[in-house]
């Protein structure tokens, strides 16, 4: 009998994959702080490796790149975790990082790889999935809480621009421009403006939108109406 076993590896999104739940949807980490854990958990009822990295934001729209080595280390950055246990991931920090004037967006990238027999003629598959993980210099002035409330838009010729004048990311969600959803409008980054293609026509545009708190908890709807 021919044998056929295959393993693939997908990038999913959500704190829960395969049975493994990562305890948050998005992570802070102070540069005060020396470490941060997160934990894991298996729900299921079969072994998995965990497999943790941290890289460049390069997943959302709108993130600034980053091209240097993260002052912050996931460590172990492969382990096992079996059938109903807890395990632990720790960020420990490495350095520091400039600029120091705002937060710095970098992707904690999380992937469950089967471990168990691979079955005859079976598809094994990994899934990794990334979270949000912000650099926040403890000198930052402000509350990141309050950020939203600060952000302005205007009607640009070929769409609108957004302003963030916090030294914090916005997490924009639930955005409509004119009654219609966009999808996956992504983040404006901190002392910073982006432009988007909502509203090209030139008729009155009216925005409504919501954004994502540390927690990963919804802010209140916001609505502006740009003529």
């Not at 934001?57 to 709108?62: A, Q």
């Not at 992504?186 to 008729?203: D, E, N």
Request: hydrophobic residues 40%; proline residues 9%; positive net charge.
């Amino acid at each position: 009998m021919t044998k056929f076993a295959l393993l693939m590896l997908c990038a999913v999104s959500g704190i829960s994959h395969a049975g493994v739940v990562v305890g948050g949807t998005r992570f802070v980490f102070p540069s005060s702080a020396e470490t941060r854990t997160i934990s894991v958990t298996n729900t299921s009822n079969e072994p998995w490796l965990i497999n943790s990295k941290i890289s460049a934001p390069t997943v959302w729209l709108g993130a600034v790149a980053f091209n240097g080595q993260p002052p912050i280390l996931a460590t172990p950055p492969l382990f096992l975790l079996p059938p109903g246990a807890t395990g632990t991931i720790r960020l420990v920090k490495t350095g520091d990082l400039t600029p120091n004037d705002r937060e710095t967006l970098f992707a904690l990238s999380v992937a469950s790889i089967p471990s168990g027999r691979v079955e005859d003629r079976s598809v094994k598959v990994a899934l990794r999935s990334s979270f949000k993980l912000f650099w926040r210099p403890v000198s930052l002035k402000g509350d990141p809480e309050q950020a939203w409330q600060q952000v302005t838009w205007r009607r640009e010729p070929r769409g609108v621009m957004a302003e963030n004048p916090t030294p914090f990311y916005i997490n924009l969600t639930q955005v409509t421009a004119n009654g219609n959803p966009v999808n996956d409008a992504g983040v404006i980054p901190p002392l910073s403006q982006r432009h988007f293609t909502w509203c090209a026509a030139q008729t009155a545009c009216t925005l409504r939108w919501r954004t994502l708190n540390d927690l990963g908890g919804l802010t209140p709807v916001n609505e502006q109406r740009l003529p």
